[in-house]
């Protein structure tokens, strides 16, 4: 017979954090579930019917698509518990403090399943599970109240229509790794707890993709966001009291946190980190954040960040975030003729967060505006325009090929970044043709989006291209034709579009 667990969110919103600490947990995984569970396991009873749980395979995720939730970040500053000398008269004597974020979600639906459509579960297995659900006070953080039950059936409907069920591949870009209960989990928990280790040192997971009910209680499966070869953004704010620098000095200052990022990198420092590794495999890139996509932004640059690649290793991911975030972190970043810039992890601005880069919280974007010049992989001749250069261009970095391109040689979109200036960019590096670009996909992506030579040092950098931000360069009254012979004169040339 078939096995539902129910949770229903009396906050609204679910909070927990995803495997990247940028975006929370969504959709949730059945381990989250079963950990609950777990928590709330008292008598051998109740831990022999976890043990029969955990081999019952993969169970289907019944929750809102991806697109259908609203996600959150909130930064602030705990204190620590390290004892350091030292301090101020904002700080208690020897403690210290350190920037924290919390990511969380809030789905449309205040409801979730994990369901084993085709379990060999009993009356008596469902009723004991039921009595363990009763006392689960919550799921995910202590803050994400929620009532579990358990039921020996299908639940009627699918909160936003939809059912992630385990994949057999990752093949493709639409599949979503959740993580799953497994036999031998409880004994790991139990383990794991008596050794002070975190939960998910001993998890396991399942690729997923995403379907939708039919009318004859099928599943069908849709198309989820594709994404990007980047998953986790690391931010960080420039401090206020100095001059505002200007975007087409973006090179230099990536080049610097390239710089500081590796000095503080034990060696030997992973070829992904330092972006020695074999080719076509994505690396670390480096990025500069300026302010554009609204009427009066300026192009000056708000913030630094790093993009990580999603199949950085865990270990190697784990060294990163200890030489960049662990107290003291990294804090100042030094560029071209010596200068020095005191930063600070974590985006205050609307402007640095990374879900306004990625799109994530709105389950990807299918139009993409690139807000620094893409500079081409390759030389344009017959049959190779400006335009599939660079949708080859985003091939090549990893993402889907475009279904339409648009290219130009001045910005298009408000602050947009001309050029970087002639003295900034590498000596060792070849110089080729760079334009700006508006690029629209088949279907929604999910950033950063990256593309073009120099990628991993601050050039080729696309945001979404939502219409707001369109309006925020364009005059009312400005036609297609105006825009291009403003182009025109610009760059002294036409463009192939």
Request: glycine letters at 12%; aromatic letters at 6%.
């Amino acid at each position: 017979m078939p096995l539902s667990i129910m949770v229903r969110l009396l906050g609204g919103g679910y909070d927990a954090g995803g495997e990247r600490p940028s975006e929370g947990e969504w959709p949730p995984h059945p381990a989250r579930v079963f950990c609950a569970l777990a928590a709330s396991a008292q008598s051998e009873s109740d831990w022999e019917v976890l043990r029969w749980l955990e081999r019952q395979g993969p169970p289907q995720v019944w929750a809102d698509r991806m697109d259908q939730v609203r996600r959150s970040r909130v930064h602030g500053y705990v204190v620590q518990n390290a004892i350091k000398h030292g301090g101020g008269n904002l700080n208690w004597p020897g403690r210290t403090n350190g920037s924290r974020a919390r990511s969380s979600v809030v789905p449309s639906s205040d409801w979730f399943a994990i369901v084993w459509p085709d379990s060999d579960a009993s009356a008596e297995a469902a009723n004991l599970l039921n009595l363990i659900a009763w006392k689960v006070p919550y799921v995910g953080r202590s803050t994400g109240r929620a009532q579990v039950s358990v039921t020996g059936s299908m639940p009627a409907e699918s909160p936003g229509g939809a059912v992630y069920e385990p994949a057999t591949t990752r093949a493709g870009g639409g599949s979503v790794d959740l993580r799953i209960p497994y036999p031998g989990y409880s004994e790991a928990l139990r383990s794991a707890y008596a050794a002070g280790v975190r939960s998910w040192e001993v998890a396991r997971a399942c690729p997923y993709r995403e379907a939708v009910r039919a009318g004859d209680g099928g599943l069908v499966e849709t198309s989820a966001p594709t994404r990007g070869p980047f998953d986790e953004l690391l931010v960080w704010t420039i401090e206020r009291g100095r001059t505002a620098i200007s975007g087409d000095r973006g090179v230099a200052l990536a080049a610097g946190l390239r710089n500081a990022v590796i000095s503080r990198v034990s060696d030997p420092v992973p070829g992904q980190i330092s972006g020695h590794t074999e080719p076509g495999r994505p690396h670390a890139a480096f990025l500069v954040l300026p302010d554009v996509g609204h009427r009066h932004a300026d192009g000056h640059v708000l913030g630094l960040a790093l993009a990580v690649p999603r199949d950085l290793p865990q270990p190697e991911l784990a060294v990163l975030l200890r030489a960049l975030i662990t107290e003291p972190g990294l804090t100042r970043v030094g560029y071209s003729g010596g200068n020095v810039l005191t930063v600070r992890y974590g985006a205050d601005k609307a402007g640095l967060s990374s879900v306004k880069w990625s799109a994530s919280h709105r389950g990807g974007e299918r139009e993409w505006v690139s807000v620094t010049p893409v500079m081409l992989d390759g030389h344009t001749r017959r049959g190779r325009d400006e335009a599939s250069e660079v949708a080859r261009a985003l091939v090549i970095a990893g993402y889907p090929r475009p279904a339409k391109v648009e290219v130009s040689a001045s910005p298009m979109v408000a602050g947009g970044v001309w050029r970087p200036r002639p003295e900034t960019l590498p000596s060792n590096r070849p110089r080729r043709q760079m334009v700006h670009a508006r690029v629209q996909f088949e279907g929604p992506v999910v950033g950063p989006v990256l593309a073009g030579s120099m990628r991993y040092l601050g050039l080729g950098l696309f945001q979404p291209a939502t219409r707001d931000r369109a309006r925020g360069l364009r005059r009312p009254d400005e036609t297609p034709a105006d825009r291009r012979g403003k182009d025109e004169a610009r760059s002294g040339t036409g463009v192939s579009r």
